[in-house]
Structures are given as structure tokens and as C-alpha cells.
């Protein structure tokens, strides 16, 4: 039998990926969310994963924990505000949805093959859809070369709302011979 594929969640919220990761047959080995509510949530439903409190310094955190080349996929919704049709428009340079930078730059540090982004439709069309351009520039600047998205919307998956979400998925592996979506 062969280890699990080893994740770690980014702003992980209450652990959604978390929880599909497992559900997958994944283990989930680190989380990062700075809510400290939370925090109590994940601690309380994933008391064997390390928790750290902010994006902007878990590298050092990964290092801390011998996490370097352990971990084969870095998952992560990060910040809308900045994206979202319904706010201020400032893009991937705003100040929230701008961690973004350092959720690619955790993924490449640690060494995980894949990475697994989320975020609202906004992304595609803010800043006319530059900024979507430049997130897919910057995961295959990283070394996720094979990249492929799609807009999901939770109600065909079971869940009782309306929430679409696009899914951006990049592997340092060749994966033109087997999909993704």
C-alpha cells in the first residue's frame, strides 16, 4: 500500500477542503488560518494537523516543522474581497486578495506537486480579466505548468445553495493525458 498524498490548507477556514482532502483518502498534515474562532473549529476536527495563524509567515513555519518536501498538495481559497464583483475592484494587488503571492510562493517553497486554488467568478473578469492571467502566470512562473479551471457550482454537488466558485488546479507533473475536470 502506498502513503497517503500529504496536504496543507491555506486560509482553511472550518477545513472544507479539509474534509474533502480526507474524504478523498488524502491526510491533512498542516493548516494556516489567522480567525481564531476558527482555529477552535480545526483544532477540534483536525487535532493531528500543525495550525499556523498566517499565510505571510508560514514558510518559516513549514520550516520550523521539517515540512520542506513533504507535502504533495497546497490547497486554498484565498481572500475575494479584492476580486468580488460586489467589492471595491482593487484586484490581486489589494491587500487581501493580494495573499494570493503567498500562498504560490508557500507551494513552491515546500515543494508540493500540485496546487489547488478557489475563488469567486470576480476573479475572471477583474481588471478586465488581467488579473486571472496574471495568477495563471504566476503558477506556471512557480513550476505549476499544467494548469486547467473551471466554475463549479456547489448545488450540482449536493449542497443546498447557490455558490459558484472557480477551481484552479496547477501540477508540476504532465497531465495532458489525464484531465483534470
Not at 27 to 55: S, T, Y
Not at 161 to 178: A, K, N, P
Request: proline content about 3%.
Amino acid at each position: 500500500m502506498t502513503d497517503k498524498l500529504k496536504v496543507i490548507s491555506l486560509f482553511a477556514g472550518v477545513g472544507g477542503f479539509d474534509l474533502g482532502a480526507e474524504s478523498a483518502g488524502f491526510e491533512v498534515i498542516g493548516q494556516v488560518e489567522i480567525d481564531k474562532k476558527c482555529q477552535e473549529i480545526l483544532r477540534r476536527h483536525f487535532p493531528d494537523a500543525l495550525l499556523h495563524d498566517d499565510v505571510t509567515t508560514a514558510i518559516d513555519w513549514a520550516k520550523e516543522n521539517d515540512l520542506i518536501g513533504k507535502v504533495d498538495i497546497v490547497c486554498g481559497g484565498f481572500p475575494c474581497q479584492d476580486v468580488s464583483v460586489a467589492g471595491k475592484r482593487a484586484g490581486i494587488a489589494g491587500a487581501r486578495s493580494g495573499l494570493f503571492w503567498d500562498a504560490i510562493q508557500f507551494a513552491q517553497e515546500v515543494k508540493a506537486q500540485t496546487i489547488i486554488l478557489e475563488n469567486v467568478p470576480g476573479l475572471l473578469s477583474s481588471n478586465e480579466g488581467r488579473d486571472f492571467g496574471v495568477v495563471i502566470s504566476a503558477m506556471a512562473d512557480a513550476g505549476y505548468r499544467h494548469i486547467e479551471w473551471r466554475v463549479l457550482d456547489s448545488q450540482f454537488f449536493g449542497v443546498p445553495q447557490r455558490r459558484r466558485r472557480v477551481f484552479i488546479v496547477g501540477s508540476t507533473r504532465d497531465r495532458s493525458s489525464t484531465p483534470i475536470f
